[in-house]
């Protein structure tokens, strides 16, 4: 069984449109995160969430915002694209304690034309 | 702000050989220190997770260490076989934070 999965696994759109990454976990795990890995291989977290609170890293533009509708999901929509935005995204879910390792989806390539 | 540094960025070596990947991180307040996998066009893969608390973790071929008070780790990897050949990123999660701060990783290749 697929601990964390993300869908699509690519994404090829057109500058402007707007678009949504899904993730799932079936872990049972209360936090879930988003990161993008850029061109140079650079994984760099866009955010944290649980269901008390969520956490932005100040460098992501609000184009993007993660959407949880319960535990199992954090999704990622990202509005009005630009060809900067053209990476490879991972989802990742752990528990909160500081002893447990986190745990990552496949990635989602996304390329903006 | 909380900083991560993998030297080398690439090696490649032969196989049986033993090796060693460097990571230094500039702020001591953390929870735990992570080594992961990366094999191309996949996500990652936990290897081995330190507790700051914890001076070395273990699993099979692989060793990690940690200095927290010179914020160094190494992750050891003994008889290197080819499966081995992958990118190994290092990342810390900072005292107080959910968050993993990743370096840019080390991309082995192990030489049949």
């Known amino acids: 069984d697929t601990a964390v999965s993300q869908t699509p696994k690519y994404l090829v759109t057109q500058m402007g449109n707007d678009k949504s990454i899904k993730c799932e976990q079936n872990?049972?795990?209360?936090?879930m995160y988003w990161y993008k890995q850029d061109s140079k291989k650079f994984l760099k977290i866009m955010f944290s969430?649980?269901?008390?609170?969520?956490?932005i890293n100040e460098t992501v533009p609000n184009r993007f915002s993660p959407k949880s509708p319960d535990k199992a999901h954090l999704n990622l929509h990202i509005n009005s694209l630009e060809l900067g935005d053209s990476a490879v995204y991972f989802c990742a879910s752990s528990l909160p304690e500081s002893t447990d390792t986190q745990y990552f989806g496949p990635g989602t390539r996304l390329t903006v034309l | 702000k909380q900083e991560v540094t993998q030297i080398p960025a690439a090696l490649s070596v032969p196989e049986g050989e033993n090796l060693v990947l460097n990571c230094s991180f500039t702020?001591?307040?953390?929870?735990?220190l992570q080594w992961f996998r990366q094999d191309p066009g996949k996500g990652l893969t936990s290897l081995l997770l330190?507790?700051?608390?914890?001076r070395e973790q273990t699993s099979g071929r692989l060793n990690a260490s940690l200095d927290k008070s010179s914020g160094r780790s190494t992750l050891y990897i003994a008889a290197s076989q080819p499966g081995d050949s992958a990118t190994y990123l290092c990342?810390?999660?900072?005292?107080?934070?959910?968050?993993?701060?990743f370096g840019k990783g080390t991309k082995l290749s192990v030489i049949p």
């Open positions: 969430y649980n269901n008390k609170e969520l956490i």
């Open positions: 872990l049972g795990h209360d936090t």
């Open positions: 330190i507790q700051s608390s914890q």
């Open positions: 702020d001591s307040a953390i929870y735990n």
């Open positions: 990342a810390v999660r900072g005292a107080g934070s959910y968050q993993l701060t």
